[in-house]
T-cell receptor
């Protein structure tokens, strides 16, 4: 069965700090990988996705993620965070062609102004 | 293009009652998935419908059911509500196995 593990439940950073949120998944086959973000009071939005090709994926708002197949990882990064990045971030995976998405427990990111 | 819409946005029910939630997918999307989001369990997959057929099912009891209509709109039903069913219920749509787009959710409170 697929599973997704997010390393940190809560992260607190100051503005301009660099961010890396860890995500590991468990599945033996081909997967699609996602990072979703949920800003306070808003609904879940897609930040970026990896289906195939270049393992370094760029998303919205300056976020990027790198798929490392050998490590079953898909870590999210941003070189310089802003207060507006305060949100909950979810890593997710689905098997190729399967609409069932398995989500990690989420990481609450709090940026201090 | 309009996003995924869910109705109602908020609902209060009492134990033992049943509830029906509605989801209208993005135009052209034929797949609709439902998720339950709670602080303790996070986001958990309920089921997925494609062309009026349930294609995938999560690990929830039979009190949770759903259906999809010919226009791709979907409903989910929870019967004999329990306190633990209090959650945000999210609907997501996609064309077919591609990126899912989420609605704002229906927040259900069971008293």
């Amino acid at each position: 069965a697929q599973s997704v593990s997010q390393h940190n439940h809560h992260v607190i950073l100051s503005e301009a700090a660099s961010l890396e949120l860890g995500c590991n998944y468990s599945y033996g086959g081909t997967v699609n990988l996602f990072w979703y973000v949920q800003y306070p009071g808003q609904h879940l939005q897609l930040l970026l996705k990896y289906f195939s090709g270049d393992p370094l994926v760029k998303g919205i708002k300056g976020f990027e993620a790198e798929f490392i197949k050998s490590k079953f990882s898909f870590n999210l990064r941003k070189p310089s965070v802003q207060w507006s990045d305060t949100a909950e971030y979810f890593c997710a995976v689905n098997a190729l062609g399967d609409d069932k998405i398995i989500f990690g427990k989420g990481t609450r990111l709090h940026i201090l102004p | 293009k309009a996003g995924v819409t869910q109705t109602p946005r908020y609902l209060i029910k009492t134990r033992g009652q049943q509830v029906t939630l509605s989801c209208s997918p993005i135009s052209g999307h034929r797949s609709v998935s439902w998720y339950q989001q709670t602080p303790g369990q996070g986001l958990q997959f309920l089921f997925e419908y494609f062309s009026e057929t349930q294609r995938n099912k999560g690990n929830f009891p039979g009190r949770f059911s759903g259906r999809q209509f010919s226009n791709s709109r979907s409903e989910m039903n929870v019967s004999t509500l329990e306190l633990g069913d209090s959650a945000l219920y999210l609907c997501a749509s996609s064309r077919n196995g591609e990126t899912q787009y989420f609605g704002p959710g229906t927040r259900l409170l069971v008293l």
